[in-house]
Every structure is written in structure tokens, then in C-alpha cells.
């Protein structure tokens, strides 16, 4: 089965720190990987996917996430927090349902607060 | 614009009673999805749709029912089965099921 890992529930940097959000997966074979991010009582926005080809991926809003498949990793990294990146990140992997289609699991998601 | 409504923003429900989420999409994606957040757990899967009047049980159906009559709605009912409903609803579609777009959820409290 396949499942995803957030290891910090909060994280707290300083505006215009770098940042780094870590995610661990578990998949039998080669995941789509996938970063979304959430402000409150909002919905889910998507952040960068990794599907195959090259490991280090770019987003939206300065973001990236490297995938590592010695370590299982997904971690997502930004040079230079800004206010407005304070929200509620999820790591998600993706794979087959029985069926047919395909299935996304997330983690906990990582709580990020900026400090001014 | 293309994207996913859900309605309405804020439902309260008495005990027993049975309510309805509704989620339309004009993408034009064949596959959506219901989820239940909670805090602290992330979204789980409540049930899903890859086709029209097809549609499968999540890892938490249970007192939860839907429909897929068209391709671009999938109304979500939280039956009064359902023993704890209080949760944020997000509904989601896809054109493959892997990158899913999310509408702005409902958030359903009961009195």
C-alpha cells in the first residue's frame, strides 16, 4: 500500500529564510509525486508534480522539490520564504486503484509559520 | 474560467439528518473525488468517480453516498449513518486521477 510520511507537524522560519519541507514515501513501484499547498478554509492548490525525467522539479510561487529514490524523498525547498508562504503543505503520492484510475495519498501536511 | 465549485461554503446539520454537498466541475475531467480533512490527518479518500454513473467506495464511505448522473457534478450525501460528520469536504477532479484540482470546500459543523 502505498502512504506518505510528514515528519514536522509545524515549522517556523524567518521571512527570507530558506526553507525545507520533508517528505517520505512509500510506493511499490515508480510514484507520481506531488506537493499542494493550503491556506485556511481554502482549498488545495498544486505546487509541482514529479512524474519521471528530472529529479529536481520547479513550481509555482519560487518552489521546488527534489525527488530522491534512495532515500524516498520528496523534500519541497525554497531560497527565500516570503509572508505570504504561510499555510498548510501536503505531500501526496499517486498510483493505481483497484479497478482502474489512479489514487492520490497525502500526508499530515507540514504547518508553516513566518515570522516578520 | 475553467475550475470546481462546491457549495455551499458552510452547512450545519441537526442530528439525523441526512445533507448534501454539491460539487460541479466545468473542466471537462472524466475522474472526481471526494475527501473528509480532519485536523491533523489529511484528506481522506470518501469516495470516487472515473466515469459517468460509475463511481467506488473510498477508505471511508461509510455514511456516505453519492451520484454521477453528469459528467460535471458529483453531489456528496452525508447520511445520518455517518457518526461523526463535523470535517472540511474538499472535492476534487482529474483528467488522469493522478494531478487532481480542488475546489474551495464545505464545511459541514453539526449542532
Known amino acids: 500500500a502505498q502512504s506518505v510520511t510528514q515528519p514536522d507537524i509545524h515549522i517556523t522560519v524567518s521571512e527570507g529564510a530558506s526553507l525545507e519541507l520533508r517528505c517520505n514515501y512509500s510506493y511499490g513501484a515508480t510514484p507520481y509525486l506531488f506537493w499542494y499547498v493550503q491556506s485556511p478554509g481554502q482549498g488545495l492548490q498544486l505546487l509541482l508534480k514529479?512524474?519521471?525525467?528530472?529529479?529536481l522539479v520547479q513550481g509555482i510561487k519560487g518552489f521546488e522539490a527534489e525527488f530522491k529514490r534512495s532515500q524516498s524523498s520528496f523534500n519541497l525547498r525554497k531560497p527565500s520564504v516570503h509572508w505570504s508562504d504561510a499555510a498548510e503543505y501536503f505531500c501526496?503520492?499517486?498510483?493505481?486503484?483497484?479497478?482502474?484510475?489512479?489514487?492520490?495519498?497525502f500526508g499530515t501536511g507540514t504547518q508553516l509559520k513566518v515570522e516578520l | 474560467d475553467g475550475g470546481i465549485t462546491q457549495s455551499p461554503k458552510y452547512l450545519f446539520r441537526k442530528e439525523g439528518q441526512n445533507v448534501t454537498l454539491s460539487c460541479e466541475q466545468n473542466l471537462n475531467h472524466d475522474a472526481m473525488y471526494w475527501y473528509r480533512q480532519d485536523p491533523g490527518q489529511g484528506l481522506r479518500l470518501i469516495y470516487y468517480s472515473q466515469i459517468v454513473n460509475d463511481f467506488q467506495k473510498g477508505d471511508i464511505a461509510e455514511g456516505y453516498s453519492v451520484s454521477r448522473e453528469k459528467k460535471e457534478s458529483f453531489p456528496l450525501t452525508v447520511t445520518s449513518a455517518q457518526k461523526n460528520p463535523t470535517a472540511f469536504y474538499l472535492c476534487?477532479?482529474?483528467?488522469?486521477?493522478?494531478?487532481?484540482?480542488f475546489g474551495p470546500g464545505t464545511r459541514l459543523t453539526v449542532l
Open positions: 476534487a477532479s482529474s483528467e488522469t486521477g493522478l494531478e487532481q484540482f
Open positions: 501526496a503520492v499517486g498510483g493505481g486503484l483497484t479497478g482502474g484510475g489512479n489514487k492520490l495519498t
Open positions: 514529479y512524474f519521471s525525467g528530472d529529479t
